[in-house]
């Protein structure tokens, strides 16, 4: 094995590997996402007889397809796309800069609590930076139930940009930052235990197989586990987010008020389990979303690591014969 030293990856590098893991993973699993979110907001005050109305996720996926078209189930796609590039990069950019300010001064070592504590800040920051407009934009998106039959039954927002629009000049643009407290709290015990549970497990394994890269079925398998841990964890702060995220007007209360007042008509008038409405599509989602990312940030990260060490040395060959 070579002795050749590496750079460590630039901000460049975990923009271009995480843009390109965002965009596979959120062309891949969207569809999940909009069945959670219609099962999140699925609730007791509707007109149609309860046993119209699909309990399960496949069920869901099912009446979708059937009354609105397949393509209903990439509603919401174009705000994902859109801020997916500087989602990912803020989050794996973000992780590596605490990452490094945690790390032991005199070994380099970071510690399982570091790893965390630089998932809680990375969550926070992609969470206020660009999860939480993208997430109010794709929530009412999903949210919106049109026939494929009815030409007089159109949609209030055609896209992911005439949302936006129209959601900051009838709602002025802070209403892109609604549940941006329950955002960042999802994002962060998201990243946290997703960050921590990966490192960990893939340190494990590069141990036990005495190797210095794992392979990719590995480091999605990784992915795919760690992946599902936050969900399981953070349920109701989703469920509650999304609630608020996808009323046009709760009135002028404050944030802390409206995740009262939505907590507790959930308690009052649908009962706990609630809560935990769209669990497993979340699950779902979230798991092959992760082991995705992780698959292909690897990859494209060991791509551009490998190019740009060939160019080095090209361009040492090229200086030592010059």
């Given at each position: 094995m070579g002795t050749t030293q590496t750079s460590k990856p630039t901000i460049s590098t975990h923009l271009l590997a995480g843009g390109a893991a965002?965009?596979?993973?959120?062309?891949?699993?969207?569809?999940?996402?909009?069945?959670?979110?219609?099962m999140q907001l699925r609730n007791s005050r509707r007109l149609a007889p309860?046993?119209?109305i699909p309990k399960s996720f496949l069920g869901v996926g099912q009446r979708i397809v059937q009354r609105e078209g397949v393509f209903a189930l990439y509603k919401g796609l174009g705000a994902v796309v859109?801020?997916?590039?500087p989602k990912m990069a803020i989050r794996f950019s973000s992780f590596e800069a605490y990452k490094s300010w945690l790390a032991n001064p005199h070994t380099g070592k970071v510690s399982t609590l570091g790893v965390f504590t630089a998932g809680l800040g990375a969550g926070i920051t992609e969470a206020v930076a660009v999860v939480t407009p993208m997430d109010v934009i794709?929530?009412?998106?999903?949210?919106?139930?049109?026939?494929t039959v009815d030409p007089m039954d159109v949609p209030k927002y055609r896209n992911a940009i005439h949302a936006a629009f129209t959601i900051v000049k009838e709602e002025g643009p802070m209403a892109l930052y609604k549940g941006v407290?329950?955002?960042?709290?999802?994002?962060?015990?998201?990243?946290?235990?997703?960050?921590t549970?990966?490192?960990?497990?893939?340190?494990?394994?590069?141990?036990?197989?005495?190797?210095?890269?794992?392979?990719?079925?590995?480091?999605?398998?990784?992915?795919?586990v760690s992946g599902a841990m936050g969900p399981i964890s953070n349920a109701p702060i989703d469920t509650i987010k999304t609630r608020i995220q996808k009323a046009t007007s709760i009135g002028r209360e404050s944030g802390w008020s409206r995740f009262v007042i939505v907590t507790r008509e959930i308690a009052q008038k649908e009962g706990y389990r609630a809560f935990y409405r769209g669990l497993t599509p979340r699950i779902l989602r979230v798991a092959p979303g992760q082991a995705i990312t992780f698959m292909v940030y690897e990859k494209v990260k060991s791509w551009i690591d490998l190019w740009n060490s060939s160019s080095q040395h090209m361009r040492v060959s090229n200086e030592k014969y010059a």
């Open positions: 965002g965009l596979v993973e959120a062309m891949c699993c969207h569809p999940l996402d909009t069945i959670k979110v219609r309860d046993a119209a859109t801020g997916i590039v794709k929530i009412r998106l999903q949210a919106q139930r049109h026939s407290a329950l955002t960042a709290l999802r994002q962060a015990t998201n990243q946290a235990v997703n960050f549970v990966y490192q960990e497990f893939k340190r494990i394994a590069r141990q036990m197989q005495s190797v210095d890269e794992l392979p990719s079925y590995q480091h999605l398998i990784l992915g795919g």
